[in-house]
């Protein structure tokens, strides 16, 4: 099956500062890319979709210039969480598109953010 | 906007034990996928299902399109530990080809 992998996996940062996550997809070329966020216990929440060399696309509620996220090349697309808060902490998933497949998305293993 | 309820929301169990979980929305979809997340990681693809009526396993896992196309249904046969985790069934977002919307999640805890 299709691998997208995280990186990192585990950050703690200090209120204030950005934070970068990178998305990749490992052995397909993923034109669609999308990114989550999980609060403990809940669901999956669509933050942004993001298509390689275009603006993402981000969801009602999620402000774009907090969460900027740039999808240079067809494997890799990065989240940088600007001006963390502690209410930012989260685990954070990307996923990917393959080919035909487009109702199938692929997932990466996920960021946990800490913001102390 | 578009809901999937999930239910039961956990269930504990026996290992050796069958489960039943479903998924059920106010609209209809034409896609239904079944994945599963284990702690601290990202969801997997489990199942996915195409068609009304449509019945399809993968090992120990079946899973059932609605003939309604609203809900879906997935058994797990003779659990094992490694069957824990939280299982999200999900279907293409209104008006777009590719975002997903997510069930509420079922968390499957098994007891040996």
């Known amino acids: 099956g299709a691998v997208v992998s995280q990186h990192p996996s585990r950050v703690i940062c200090k209120s204030g500062t950005s934070v970068k996550i990178e998305c990749r997809s490992l052995?397909?070329?993923?034109?669609?890319m999308f990114w989550y966020r999980q609060f403990p216990k809940q669901s999956l929440m669509l933050m942004a979709t993001?298509?390689?060399?275009?603006?993402?696309?981000?969801e009602q509620g999620v402000e774009k210039d907090k969460f900027l996220i740039n999808h240079a090349s067809l494997t890799l697309s990065t989240l940088t969480v600007t001006s963390a808060h502690p209410e930012d902490s989260s685990f954070y998933i990307c996923?990917?598109?393959?080919?035909?497949?487009?109702?199938?998305?692929?997932f990466g293993p996920g960021t946990r953010l800490t913001v102390l | 906007g578009q809901q999937l309820n999930q239910s039961p929301q956990s269930m504990f169990i026996q290992e050796g034990e069958d489960v039943s979980m479903n998924c059920t929305s106010s609209?209809?979809?034409?896609?239904w996928l079944w994945y599963k997340q284990d702690p601290g990681e990202g969801p997997v693809l489990l199942i996915a299902?195409?068609?009304?009526?449509e019945l399809t396993s993968n090992g120990r896992l079946t899973a059932q399109f609605g003939i309604t196309r609203k809900d879906s249904f997935l058994n797990i046969s003779a659990s094992i530990p490694s069957d824990v985790g939280i299982y999200f069934c999900a279907g293409p977002s209104t008006g777009t080809a590719s975002k997903l919307t997510f069930g509420t999640g079922t968390r499957l805890q098994v007891t040996l």
């Open positions: 609209s209809i979809f034409n896609t």
């Open positions: 993001s298509n390689e060399g275009s603006k993402a696309t981000y």
């Open positions: 996923s990917g598109i393959e080919g035909s497949y487009y109702n199938e998305q692929f």
């Open positions: 299902l195409y068609k009304a009526g």
């Open positions: 052995d397909f070329q993923a034109t669609t």
